[in-house]
Structures are given as structure tokens and as C-alpha cells.
């Protein structure tokens, strides 16, 4: 089990914001995305719901 994309996931919940999730730990923007993105397969359920407009 890794640990580490559930960390990616509640991160990136905590923030509102996958690059600023990105940002935080250290990781690219698409790497995030591409974890949250293999979880929502995994889990076969939309986990976020993506905008490409800023979010406060």
C-alpha cells in the first residue's frame, strides 16, 4: 500500500487546489493530477471535481 498518493489526495483536499497541493510537497502539478487521476480509477469514483478557474 503506498501511503504517500493517499497524502497527495488529503493534501490536495486540505488546499482546494492541485497546484498548490503540488507546491507544498514538493511535487510537479501533472504529478498530482496523475495521482488523483490513478485513485479515481482505482476507486472507479470522481474523487475532485476539476476547473481550470482560480479558486479562493
Same mark, same amino acid.
Given at each position: 500500500?503506498?501511503? =504517500?498518493?493517499?497524502?497527495?489526495?488529503?493534501?490536495?483536499?486540505?488546499?482546494?487546489?492541485?497546484?498548490? +497541493? +503540488?507546491?507544498?510537497?514538493?511535487?510537479?502539478?501533472? +504529478?498530482?493530477?496523475?495521482?488523483?487521476?490513478?485513485?479515481?480509477?482505482?476507486?472507479?469514483?470522481?474523487?475532485?471535481?476539476? =476547473?481550470?478557474?482560480?479558486? =479562493?
Amino acid at each position: 500500500m503506498e501511503l =504517500s498518493k493517499y497524502e497527495v489526495f488529503l493534501k490536495t483536499v486540505e488546499l482546494g487546489n492541485i497546484t498548490r +497541493a +503540488a507546491d507544498v510537497l514538493g511535487y510537479t502539478q501533472p +504529478a498530482v493530477s496523475r495521482v488523483i487521476t490513478d485513485l479515481e480509477r482505482e476507486w472507479d469514483i470522481p474523487l475532485l471535481i476539476r =476547473s481550470r478557474g482560480a479558486s =479562493s
